[in-house]
């Protein structure tokens, strides 16, 4: 929220006031308490009338100290807070003449006592900083007193209060995160608003709102409010990014990487983990589509027609029309059109295939359960005590599940358990961002903050239920919206994006801000949600779905199957689904470590190349896992403009190999793309292309691309339960290479790229080998 009126001028609404001067300091467990008065103190008198900002640095985890300035420290928000998970450190506390100072771990913080300030520092070197005028107070709007008309004096309690904290940005600094946003994906220059809405993927408004940003520099700032943070890039303050919360306290956490990677796992340290989704969910989904006519002679025509294609099927999803048209969501097949529900999932669960269904926190009017949830007091209420909420946005009379009701959660959850035990085994939890705030909760919560924070709470319930009956390792769901902490209950996918190309790449640009903000597992809908791709951009999507973690054939008013576009796409998306089967035991072990260390599986090139300032802004290509580069086709003349960074690149399908440090253009076929491996990569590569859940640790070959002299290379294999099998190691040695870790009884093969046009291929006869290039 701007608080000024260019460089000059303060907005008038304001009402300012600046920590102005540290007055004092008082140490506290983890950390130390400031008092801040918004004018210097230098006399007795001076302390009379005058407001303060009291601040707390806390030391939180490792590399991270949680800021919180306040006002009024009696104003009850009612707020529901983020999960964190904190831990202690141990701070050392010192004062100089103008200075106060807190350091544990690589972090100093350092408060100047006047004129006031504070910055992070690490090593002496200032990281960012919050100078003189960049912490404030705003009394938004302040009213005349009712109790003295006559008087000029302004009511404190009659306005709209605001607290407001800026960091500086230096000159080569870029911010990126902020959620799964469809803006350009470095952040500077950018008003953001973290408030989730059900806007599509081709303007500033998100499905999935974070308050956190990551920055080139090797921080991150987490902003622990569930409620709209109000974020200026570089935008209001070109050399500052400022956020703003409603209120009388702001509270973020700080953390120091200094490597990205590090700050990420720092981020979901605090906020949590993601959890691992089952190997079989890697695979291709297919959907009914969303308004499109279908029976279970429809839906079986298609699972029968990709078979008879050869094009490996994993999922098979029944969107919004598996119920009953103004009965969404009550949970009820539509008997008209699928008589023998259970009869035909266990016909297709007896394909291989999984079943997802579509489902929403909503339920309408006409339906058993509307009254159900309305007798019980499960649906949220209208905040002037007039009955239950609703609307007739989306369902006729819907209302909206209460699930700060432990009762109404359970309730919602057993209607999904009859789903799980007919043979459903996974949910697309839908929607979740269109959450009313004129209403009551039962809780008590405030309704503005449970806009956002509702879907943590509706997908945690969902995915928890699919733990608890499915187990640890086989819960996935399908998300539309998010908030901080989402991360732990994957898999998210884009929303409704367009069929044209530019709507490929804005869906691109949300997944890399997505996965800057914390989140590993992401997808969006192949060949676009609206409208009907052209078999061109059907082909072209399919590569970049395929190469995504996770991979889904869904539309709005007409069907995905790629017969419909022309011949060439089915063998298209067969040769690009077998490919993603083949890289499952690199994709997988790189989703274990995601689960384990919350670094995500796609990774943007800044997040990999941080100090090649050539990688600062790219967002039309990037990373999967630390050794594959993937730069999808945007443009129906079947040219690619690409990067590769320094050192050498192996192209995964060909075998050509080039130099990196500079940028590339060529053209490519429908069957492929640029897909570039990193030199001194060791890639395992599965010799099944038919699903992608099979034994990874059997019969695989291994690669190593490019060793570099002196230089070594590690790779973990890991099993489809995500179990750690071994750790390879290869070290090479002028021109011999040492392999170990080997497993000489599983079948593998060891194959040497090494720029030559031979490639050399040695079976792996021993658990450690030397291999002479």
């Not at 909420?389 to 432990?406: E, H, K, L, R």
């Not at 599965?686 to 291994?702: F, H, T």
Request: aromatic share 14%; with cysteine.
């Amino acid at each position: 929220m701007k608080f000024t009126e260019g460089f000059w001028l303060r907005s008038e609404l304001a009402n300012a006031l600046y920590a102005s001067e540290a007055y004092e300091m008082q140490p506290i467990d983890n950390g130390m308490r400031i008092l801040a008065p918004v004018a210097k103190i230098d006399s007795r008198g001076a302390t009379l009338n005058q407001p303060t900002i009291t601040l707390e640095f806390r030391a939180t985890g490792k590399n991270a100290v949680t800021i919180r300035a306040w006002h009024f420290a009696g104003y009850d928000t009612g707020l529901p807070r983020f999960e964190t998970n904190e831990t202690d450190r141990e701070v050392i506390l010192n004062e100089t003449e103008n200075e106060y100072r807190m350091s544990f771990d690589d972090l100093t913080i350092v408060v100047t006592k006047y004129p006031f300030g504070y910055r992070f520092e690490s090593q002496g070197k200032i990281i960012t900083e919050c100078g003189f005028r960049n912490l404030g107070y705003m009394r938004w709007n302040r009213q005349p007193s009712t109790m003295l008309p006559q008087s000029n004096y302004l009511d404190e309690t009659r306005c709209e209060p605001y607290m407001l904290t800026e960091l500086s940005v230096g000159p080569e600094e870029s911010i990126y995160g902020l959620g799964e946003r469809f803006t350009a994906f470095a952040k500077n220059g950018q008003t953001v608003q973290t408030w989730n809405e059900d806007g599509g993927t081709a303007s500033d408004i998100a499905y999935k709102s974070v308050p956190f940003y990551l920055s080139n520099r090797g921080y991150g700032v987490f902003v622990n409010h569930t409620g709209n943070v109000s974020f200026e890039v570089a935008s209001e303050k070109v050399g500052y990014v400022g956020f703003s919360v409603p209120g009388e306290a702001l509270e973020y956490t700080f953390l120091y990487g200094p490597d990205l990677h590090d700050v990420l796992r720092s981020y979901t340290d605090l906020t949590g983990k993601p959890a691992l989704p089952p190997a079989w969910s890697f695979g291709l989904w297919l959907s009914t589509s969303f308004t499109t006519n279908y029976d279970e002679d429809t839906t079986s025509s298609f699972i029968e027609g990709m078979a008879e294609r050869d094009i490996p099927l994993s999922v098979f999803h029944f969107d919004c029309f598996w119920m009953r048209e103004f009965r969404w969501c009550d949970f009820e097949w539509d008997e008209r059109v699928f008589p023998d529900t259970k009869g035909m999932l266990q016909r297709y669960k007896d394909r291989g295939l999984k079943i997802c269904v579509w489902i929403n926190p909503y339920v309408a009017q006409n339906t058993e359960m509307f009254n159900e949830g309305m007798r019980e007091g499960y649906l949220l209420k209208r905040a002037d005590g007039k009955g239950v909420w609703q609307t007739d946005n989306w369902q006729a009379g819907m209302s909206v599940v209460d699930f700060t009701n432990p009762a109404a959660s359970a309730w919602y959850c057993a209607k999904l358990k009859r789903l799980i035990d007919l043979g459903v085994d996974c949910f697309k939890t839908d929607f979740g961002e269109r959450i009313p705030v004129n209403v009551a909760y039962y809780d008590g919560s405030d309704p503005v903050a449970m806009h956002n924070y509702y879907t943590f709470i509706y997908n945690k319930y969902v995915f928890e239920l699919l733990q608890q009956e499915k187990g640890e390792n086989e819960a996935v769901l399908f998300a539309r919206s998010a908030t901080a902490g989402s991360q732990q209950f994957p898999v998210h996918w884009g929303g409704d994006c367009m069929a044209t190309y530019p709507s490929m790449a804005e869906t691109l640009r949300g997944g890399l801000s997505f996965a800057m903000s914390g989140f590993s597992f992401w997808s969006h809908d192949i060949s676009g949600f609206e409208s009907t791709a052209t078999p061109d951009l059907y082909k072209r999507w399919a590569a970049f779905g395929l190469m995504s973690t996770h991979s889904r054939l869904h539309g709005s008013t007409s069907y995905r199957v790629p017969w419909l576009f022309d011949d060439e796409a089915n063998e298209v998306v067969s040769s690009f689904t077998k490919l993603k089967c083949r890289l499952m035991p690199y994709i997988f072990s790189k989703s274990v470590q995601a689960h384990r260390e919350g670094v995500p599986v796609m990774r943007p090139m800044v997040l990999e190349f941080t100090n090649d300032p050539a990688v600062r802004y790219l967002d039309l290509q990037y990373m999967l896992g630390e050794s594959l580069l993937v730069a999808p086709v945007f443009s129906a003349d079947s040219q690619v403009r690409f990067y590769l960074p320094d050192g050498r690149w192996t192209d995964l399908l060909s075998g050509q190999v080039r130099k990196g440090g500079r940028w590339f253009e060529a053209e490519y076929d429908y069957f492929s793309m640029p897909l570039y491996v990193r030199e001194n990569s060791l890639m395992p590569i599965g010799m099944i292309s038919e699903r992608p859940d099979y034994d990874y640790e059997k019969n695989l070959e291994l690669h190593y691309y490019l060793p570099v002299a002196d230089g070594s290379a590690n790779r973990e294999i890991v099993d489809v339960k995500g179990n750690s099998v071994t750790i390879i190691k290869a070290s090479r040695q002028g021109d011999t290479i040492k392999f170990e870790g080997l497993m000489p009884d599983a079948g593998w093969k060891i194959v040497l790229h090494n720029g030559a046009e031979e490639i050399k291929t040695i079976l792996a006869k021993e658990e450690s080998m030397i291999i002479k290039l």
